[in-house]
């Protein structure tokens, strides 16, 4: 029997979701972010699938040279860019794009002999304090690499830091500088929006946006759903019922018994646990959809097991499906009751869960 413990991926949800960005931002280019592996769906099926996408994002020059392996031929980012010499020239010969945002990488483009000259997106830190230069040194970077024969195009980027907050006063000290930087580079293509950003509007939007999660049919915003938004959820995660019993009043369940049953409780065990990605912290409202109906966690949830109360359906049979996010249940909620965040949740699904695809 099958542990039934899978990621099934929904192709035909995920091209809905990109068509929700060109609806938020018709006018500008999308380059998909499928860095940490499509976010757990799986980048090289991600991308296959995204064919209308004008790029994608990575965040590492492994994952772009797993995607240029599988035959993508859009343009793909490296959004950190590159790290030592070797990778810059390899970048090159590859036709990646590359980002700078530290003076050290600027002199390495200067000083290494590439085989061709490179896209270039100068990385700006507009008020995230993570990657970018300072805005006093955009226009003297910018100009450097204007007149360098290895730059064939030259482009400004930034990144917002609280998008997810629709009042948060950075995302318009962000904008407005962002605008200035652009204006004075006089920058023709510019990015600055993330998911959060293209729901934000027009003006974050420039000549591309870079959507990550929405198009993974979670919501990047927190005043609205992802049903709201008319995002679908891409990855159900789903497992099967293993083991049942009947828990007598005042015998308890799992590592620790943390949990006591209060009257004879029909208990299901569930073929997925911490070692599959689903987490280990979860409040106790948590619950997974068996049958479409709620069945609460009880006990702790463990490396390979969790167990759940079927009062709700007594009935179930082994081997009976098991949602623990997807349709019916969006994996915002998993992520609250985990006192974390969808984009985690969706990330650290384990290899050991087969991913399956679907396409309408």
Not at 13 to 24: D, E, G, I, M, S
Not at 250 to 265: C, F, N, P, R
Not at 326 to 345: F, H, K, M, S
């Amino acid at each position: 029997m099958s542990r039934g413990t899978r990621a099934v991926i929904d192709l035909s949800a995920l091209q809905h979701n990109f068509r929700r960005v060109k609806t938020f931002a018709p006018q500008s280019k999308v380059l998909a972010v499928v860095k940490a592996d499509g976010y757990g769906s799986g980048a090289v099926q991600v991308a296959q699938a995204l064919a209308d996408a004008d790029g994608f994002g990575v965040a590492t020059f492994a994952e772009a040279v797993t995607l240029r392996q599988a035959g993508i031929t859009q343009p793909i980012l490296l959004m950190e860019g590159v790290l030592d010499p070797c990778e810059l020239q390899q970048a090159a010969q590859q036709r990646f794009e590359v980002v700078i945002h530290q003076d050290w990488q600027l002199q390495m483009l200067l000083d290494t002999a590439i085989a061709a000259p490179l896209v270039v997106w100068l990385k700006v830190d507009t008020g995230m304090h993570r990657l970018g230069l300072p805005p006093q040194r955009v226009l003297d970077v910018w100009d450097s690499l204007r007149t360098s024969a290895k730059v064939s195009a030259l482009r400004l980027m930034s990144h917002l830091a609280c998008a997810d907050e629709i009042d948060h006063p950075l995302n318009t000290s962000q904008r407005d500088t962002f605008a200035t930087l652009a204006k004075s580079t006089g920058a023709r293509t510019c990015s600055f929006a993330n998911s959060a950003g293209i729901v934000r509007g027009e003006p974050f939007h420039y000549q591309w946006v870079r959507p990550g999660i929405m198009l993974y049919g979670a919501t990047p915003v927190n005043e609205a759903s992802a049903a709201e938004l008319n995002l679908k959820p891409v990855m159900q995660l789903e497992s099967s019922v293993i083991a049942k019993s009947v828990v007598p009043a005042g015998q308890t369940v799992g590592y620790g018994a943390t949990w006591k049953a209060s009257h004879d409780t029909p208990v299901a065990v569930v073929a997925i646990g911490y070692g599959d990605g689903y987490p280990r912290h979860v409040s106790k409202d948590a619950f997974v959809l068996i049958g479409g109906k709620r069945c609460p966690l009880v006990g702790r949830v463990s490396m390979d097991m969790l167990t759940v109360d079927i009062s709700a359906v007594p009935d179930a049979p082994i081997n009976a499906p098991v949602i623990l996010w997807g349709n019916g249940l969006p994996v915002e909620q998993v992520a609250r009751w985990a006192g974390t965040i969808n984009y985690e949740l969706l990330c650290q699904v384990t290899d050991r869960v087969q991913r399956v695809y679907q396409a309408h």
